[in-house]
């Protein structure tokens, strides 16, 4: 993706470089930036910025093991990997979690998971190939 990106989101973190790890090796994602305080993610289809939260805010945040499902949000990003079987398993390693349930939409299957800080977010796998549009 040369030049800025069109269309992203940006993501606070208590630990930056955990969950930019996660992310980046999870879906994959190229590491195109890092400072101190963000790192900034992308692929062909979108850019991911984690940030450091705020300290007063990090200290509220509770990082556990396994995590802590913080779904109480307005926004859930969806992204699509190859397998949810084997996203499940890489998740795991990095201290995220696919959980089990999974919804069939048209073309795709779809499960919540959560990142090492507990952000919930949802992957999907296609289960048939996109045609391209005349």
């Known amino acids: 993706m040369p ?3 069109r269309a992203g989101a940006l993501l606070y973190a208590k630990d930056v470089e955990r969950l930019a790890s996660f992310y980046e090796k999870l879906l ?3 590491r195109i930036h ?10 062909p289809d979108f ?3 984690v940030h450091a939260m705020p300290p007063d805010r990090a200290s509220q945040v509770v990082v556990a093991s ?3 499902r913080r779904e109480q949000s307005a926004l859930r990003l969806f ?3 190859p397998g949810l079987q084997d996203a499940r398993a890489t998740a795991a390693r990095l201290g995220g979690a696919v959980f089990s349930e999974i919804w069939h939409g048209p073309g795709f ?3 919540n998971a959560c990142d090492p800080e507990g952000n919930v977010f949802q992957l999907r796998e296609l289960t048939c190939r996109a045609t391209a549009s005349p």
């Open 47 to 49: 850019q991911l910025v």
């Open 66 to 68: 396994p995590p802590l």
């Open 109 to 111: 299957n779809v499960s």
């Open 28 to 30: 994959p994602m190229a």
């Open 34 to 43: 890092a400072a101190a305080d963000l790192i900034v993610l992308e692929s």
């Open 3 to 5: 030049g800025p990106a």
């Open 79 to 81: 992204f699509t990997v």
